[in-house]
């Protein structure tokens, strides 16, 4: 594969040590420090997007990962990156290599845009990383912006991609934050994008993860977050029924802080529109969350578990 | 002997002047005397005089403080005054008149907001109103009372009517604002549902009351944010919890232009089955969501 792009950035310290580039990512309290993920970092504004993989990128600097960083190089501009508003240590990371930046027309010129290519140029990186001893490796990369609306075969690719992004980070200690700024993406690219991520997504008040087969929402879950939430119950569902024997969806409601009428509607909608030999089961759920869905209306494709409360 | 009543009874009495007042009420006073009440009469000089002499020695046992002790059932903060008169550990039995100067409509309005959030409340309430009273006031009191003090003691009264689920009640019977928070999108839901959340656990509401109330508010700025500009919804949302284990929210804001597009159908559905009353009153150019939640 080709160069990596070094130290091509002007890499300012931050005006101001009090200026807000920690800000942590909000909806994972318990997120451990280290290990690999595959984790949507979803952004309603550029700013707020920015922030929070500012804080990404310095963590994983001071764990002495890495770090891969792909975006858009704005023409005749410094990258928000080297500026004010990145991560504190950016500018000896980048002089060091442990910080590298590839900007995404080259990303498109290497890999060709399809799925074979873009996990070739992942791979390489990776093993280009440990072949330097690196002990672990971070990549992440700004919201790509692809023409997903008029272009069914890109959203084929780009799944299998992201599909190939759970593998990599499944074989190796490789910590992956894909950036979605709302305002960057059509609605069809926002939805893909939440789907293929279901399993791991840290979206402002609320997050999911997946853990020993049960896909756990989190945090609260309102109209603000409702088509972004959706877009995740359909891929969790997708992916369920994609998996092997049983194709129900577990959903583990324990870590559910709020959820309104939209939410229900939508989970419920979504099992209602489910093939017929799949349902939704639920966990945990607290008893005012059972109030509510019998409130919107509970299919019967729709299911307590029967765990012990 | 009966047993004593439990929350609040809410009584009209309907009279053709001092003597028909006291052979009224005597029964329903005998009665809360016996039950060892303490005994309430707000009234004229010439009603006072009457029940005492139908009382004999047990008037003793009666306050007689003038009219002007009781709040308007319009005056600011009424319910919260309503919920005065009823000390706790102990039930309270009051009669009261209808002052000709109060306007029929807000009479309604107090009448209504009594038996909406006081259920609870460990009080008798004889309201009396005059036969040849305003039209208007009479009509109310013969709507606004379930049952009636009679000479014969309390019967059900035909002419009740629930109070309408849209009845404009003047918010300020509710008591104070306490909290106010400008929402323009949805972005600023989380912020809303903190506050209701503070207002109805310092209010006195528990667990799963607070939760619905959280939700009901949540539902209903929901509405407002969807009927107006999504990135300026101009909402404001108003909230009042000083009147005991109750939180009274106002949501305002311009009226939608979609909101004429409706389907037709009850918009606040969904927000009702978490709320003890929800309610949404529409002008040419503004709309007002009101939710009322209870412990």
């Known amino acids: 594969m080709g160069t990596p792009v070094r130290g091509v950035l002007t890499v300012a310290r931050p005006t101001d040590p009090g200026d807000d580039v920690t800000a942590v ?52 501009q410094q990258h928000w990156l080297s500026g004010p508003a990145g991560p504190r240590g950016a500018r000896d990371a980048f002089a060091s290599g442990q910080l590298e930046f590839l900007d995404f027309p080259t990303l498109v010129e290497r890999s060709g845009a399809t799925s074979a290519g873009v996990l070739a140029v992942y791979q390489d990186e990776v093993e280009r990383a440990f072949d330097d001893l690196w002990p672990t490796v971070a990549m992440t990369q700004e919201s790509p912006e692809l023409p997903m609306a008029d272009d069914a075969h890109l959203v084929s690719e780009y799944a299998t991609w992201e599909s190939g992004f759970d593998v990599l980070t499944g074989e190796w200690p490789v ?135 | 002997m009966t047993a004593p009543p439990a929350g609040l009874v809410h009584l009209g009495l309907l009279h053709r002047g001092p003597d028909d007042l006291a052979a009224s009420a005597v029964p329903e ?24 002499e139908a009382l004999g020695a047990d008037a003793e046992r009666v306050e007689f403080p003038p009219p002007s002790a009781l709040a308007g059932p319009s005056a600011p903060g009424f319910v919260a005054a309503v919920r005065g008169w009823a000390p706790p550990g102990r039930r309270t039995t009051l009669l009261g008149q209808y002052a ?86 949805t972005a600023d839901l989380a912020e809303v549902r903190r506050r209701v959340a503070d207002a109805a656990a310092g209010a006195g509401l528990e667990g799963d009351a607070v939760r619905a109330a959280v939700l009901a508010v949540h539902e209903a700025v ?35 232009a979609t909101t004429a597009m409706v389907s037709p159908g009850d918009p606040l559905a969904h927000v009702r089955p978490f709320c003890a009353r929800a309610a949404l009153h529409d002008d040419p150019d503004r709309r007002a969501v009101r939710v009322l939640s209870t412990a």
């Open chain 2, 100 to 185: 000709p100067a109060v306007p029929g409509a807000d009479r309604a309005y107090g009448e209504d907001a009594l038996g909406l959030v006081l259920d609870d409340l460990p009080l008798t309430l004889i309201c009396c109103c005059r036969h040849d009273e305003d039209p208007e006031q009479l009509a109310v009191a013969r709507r606004s009372h379930p049952r009636l003090a009679t000479a014969v003691g309390t019967v059900d009264n035909p002419d009740y009517r629930p109070p309408s689920p849209t009845s404009p009640v003047p918010a300020a019977v509710w008591g104070t604002v306490t909290v106010r928070v400008s929402v323009d999108g």
């Open chain 1, 175 to 309: 910590r992956m934050l894909c950036q979605l700024s709302v305002p960057a993406e059509s609605e069809r690219a926002m939805w893909e994008t939440v789907a293929v991520h279901h399993r791991d997504l840290v979206d402002g008040v609320w997050s999911a993860a997946e853990d020993h087969g049960r896909w756990g929402p989190r945090g609260d879950l309102d109209a603000h977050v409702s088509r972004r939430f959706g877009a995740a119950v359909h891929g969790a569902l997708r992916a369920a029924r994609e998996r092997e024997g049983c194709s129900d969806l577990h959903v583990d409601l324990a870590a559910v802080d709020f959820m309104d009428v939209s939410c229900a509607e939508i989970l419920m909608l979504a099992a209602r529109s489910a093939p017929a030999e799949q349902h939704i089961v639920l966990h945990n759920g607290p008893r005012f969350l059972r109030r509510l869905f019998d409130a919107v209306g509970r299919p019967p494709s729709v299911r307590e578990s029967e765990d012990p409360r």
């Open chain 1, 25 to 76: 990512l909000h909806g994972r309290p318990d997120a451990p420090a280290a290990g690999s993920g595959h984790t949507l970092l979803v952004a309603d504004a550029v700013e707020q997007g920015r922030r929070g993989t500012a804080s990404w990128v310095e963590r994983e600097l001071a764990l002495g990962s890495k770090v891969y960083y792909k975006g858009w190089l704005p023409e005749g």
């Open chain 2, 222 to 256: 929901v509405l407002g944010v969807r009927d107006g500009d999504p990135d300026h919804a101009g909402l404001t949302v108003e909230i009042r919890s000083d009147t005991g284990p109750t939180v009274f929210c106002e949501i305002t804001g311009p009226r939608g």
């Open chain 2, 29 to 52: 006073l005998r009665r809360a005397l016996a039950d060892g009440e303490d005994v309430v009469v707000a009234a004229d000089r010439a009603t006072v005089r009457r029940v005492r």
